[in-house]
DNA sequence: CGTGAAATTAGTAGTCT
DNA sequence: AGACTACTAATTTCACG
């Protein structure tokens, strides 16, 4: 972890300007976006470093064409425990499997959802039994995505 | 429309790696790819412009951290139509809600999954009132998220 | 905190094997 | 199709307002 916590967020109107052009183009030059924002490069450099900094950028992604990502199926997966298990203890038996792409505790029912995306159902099924394979876990209930109606780049 | 329709996407293992490398650093330097995959810098940027070209390569994106960006609640939602509802009919509907991350038809008891993003819990109810206006949903079932346990960039 | 110039490094185009 | 060379344009550092 690249230390400071979570101080408070301070953003202004030329920081969210910077995250709009990177956002659009990640690979824009600190020229150009100096230009939109009204900066200088140099100016634009320091402020893209802080904000990776401080974590409020995340990182530089690519995205790719799922299709093409071999990354063709998709579950939603509702997780039920056994007894009571703190969010840590359940971060950390989730993040030793790759092919959770996104999770969180809930309300309602389950304690958590994950989101998982393999290969195909193989692939799919032997991550499952790596989540299931976890003591506090008592058992999971699966959805697999049949077809995709909206995908929207998530943050 | 850049054209060329979907030919057969042909990728070989260093493409793959190109991609790879891309994703955990979208601004890395074409050099820096190639030392990793095995080629010149002039070769990696060759197949990263035809990766683009070619639609494999969709953009360059930044990760924001969620908190910032004013979308910290989420919400994952199963949808229950009334009697049979296609999937180009769901897409529509749901299609018209912005706050609407992804969704998907599934295998189970619900119809589709749908994730929603929006600024608090007030803008959610809003939201997942849109998609229960319409008259082929029966009803919803809805699982907010209480603390995220994975974040992993989806394709 | 932003600017502007200097030094460095990376991206780009052309040519050859 | 990839490597190499030369050229151009960008990034990065630093002293200054």
Sequence with gaps: MSGS????L????IDQGIIDQLRSNARAGYGDIGQVVGLSASAVKRRVDRLVADGIIRGFTVQVDPKVEGLATEAYV???CRGTVSPTDLKRILSG???IVEAGTVTGEADAI???RARDVIALEEALEKVRAASSVDHTRSAIVLSKL????AG
């Design 5 to 8: 916590g979570c101080r408070f």
């Design 10 to 13: 301070r953003m202004d109107r």
């Design 78 to 80: 509702e997780l039920f």
């Design 97 to 99: 499997v790759p092919e």
């Design 114 to 116: 994950v989101i998982m």
């Design 150 to 153: 909206v995908t929207r780049v």
